[in-house]
Structures are given as structure tokens and as C-alpha cells.
């Protein structure tokens, strides 16, 4: 059974070394090696089944872990909670991790028209420039931890194709201006998770020729961390 938990220990370390970077002033390089550049992680569809399945499940919470130990040095880590905000389910961790290939520079640097394949290029293509830092995890509230979703919220990301097995986890960033903003400042790009239901049939695809039925999951921890 390709099911990955973490204990709540773990999970402390985990979250807590992520913290931690939050006053790091070097970019970080954990995202990209030579050749390629990590673009999201799979939570598989047993693991899906047993989230979505525990009686009294009532918010869906994903947060951020750094670890040393594992191949990949980025966590992303899944749990549900009841209406008390009482933790319900193991901490399951979606071990698998999506890297692609580092982009092509010859293409002229064309952005694609459509919002969130807009969101995935400038992922792609400043962790391929060793861009990415902190400030890509600063929201109005402080540093990123997670995300917090409502299970049907979740569940309707997932239902568009009941033929689904595995959710894809794409990571982006969302391009804005900052609420401070000023005429000639730089936009602000910020961390997001784009998920998809995938079938098998997608996983045979290469990527960038289903760029449809993403959803952009934007309930960011902090302030909805509780």
C-alpha cells in the first residue's frame, strides 16, 4: 500500500525547520538541480481515499515542511480536522515529487495566455534562474505555511473527472502588485498550489499538453491557520 504518514513529531520538525527560513537572505536552491526543477508533488489515490473518507472530516489542511533527511528537500503535508479544529486523520505526506525538465531559454520567453499556465511559467522559469527566496512566501499575515481548504471545496476540485486516481500538486506563482504598491515598482510574485485530478491516461501525457483542469487553491495559512 503506497501510503506515506509522518509522525506529529516529525511533522513538528518538519514544519518548524520550515519556519525558520523564513529569515533566510540567500534564494533557495532546493527547488531545482542541474538538470531539472521540482514542479509540484502527487498525492496518490489511496491516500486520497482515506482523507476524504474519515467520518467527521470537515477541513482539508496542507502545510509546508523542509527535511534534510529526505531526497526531496521541500514537504508538503495533508491532514483533516472536524469542526472543533480536532485533527482526525495521520499526517500523510505526498512523498512523490514532479520535477521537469529545466525550460528551453530558446523560446523567447513566451507566456502562455491562460491564468494558471501563466502561474506554472513563472514557477518554472525563476527556479530555473535561482530565484526563488523568501519573498516568494510572504503574504500580507507573514510567512506561508500552508493552506487551509473546506472539504467540499477540496472534494470539487477532485470530482470534475470521476475517473481520476492520483491528484496532482503543481506549484506557481501568482503575479500581483503589493498593497503598498507605488507607480514603477516590480510586481510581487507569490507562492501558490494549483491541484488536478489526474488520470491514467494524463501520467502518459508529457505535461505540457494537458494544461486543463487545474484548480487554484488560494486560502493561504497565515491568517486562515487555525
Not at 507573514?142 to 470521476?162: H, Q, S, V
Amino acid at each position: 500500500m503506497n501510503v506515506h504518514t509522518i509522525t506529529e513529531q516529525v511533522f513538528k520538525t518538519w514544519t518548524s525547520d520550515w519556519k525558520a527560513l523564513e529569515f533566510e537572505t540567500a534564494t533557495f536552491p532546493f527547488f531545482a538541480n542541474e538538470t531539472s526543477i521540482q514542479t509540484g508533488v502527487v498525492l496518490n489515490q489511496k491516500t486520497l481515499e482515506y482523507l476524504l473518507s474519515t467520518p467527521g472530516t470537515s477541513t482539508i489542511k496542507i502545510r509546508f515542511g523542509f527535511s534534510k533527511e529526505e531526497e526531496n528537500f521541500f514537504q508538503v503535508i495533508l491532514w483533516g480536522t472536524d469542526e472543533l479544529e480536532q485533527r482526525i486523520t495521520p499526517y500523510y505526506h505526498a512523498k512523490e515529487a514532479i520535477f521537469e525538465k529545466r525550460p528551453d531559454q530558446s523560446n523567447g520567453g513566451l507566456v502562455p495566455a491562460e491564468l494558471q499556465k501563466q502561474w506554472r511559467f513563472y514557477w518554472l522559469t525563476k527556479a530555473n534562474d535561482d530565484l526563488i527566496s523568501v519573498q516568494n512566501f510572504l503574504v500580507t499575515h507573514g510567512f506561508l505555511k500552508g493552506y487551509n481548504y473546506e472539504l467540499e471545496e477540496f472534494m470539487e476540485a477532485l470530482l470534475i473527472d470521476r475517473k481520476a486516481t492520483d491528484v496532482r500538486i503543481n506549484f506557481g506563482l501568482h503575479e500581483h502588485l503589493s498593497p503598498t504598491y507605488q507607480e514603477g515598482d516590480p510586481a510581487v510574485y507569490t507562492f501558490g498550489l494549483l491541484l488536478r485530478a489526474e488520470t491514467g491516461l494524463q501520467k502518459l501525457k508529457d505535461d505540457s499538453d494537458d494544461d486543463d483542469g487545474y484548480f487554484d487553491l488560494s486560502r493561504p495559512c497565515p491568517p486562515t491557520c487555525k
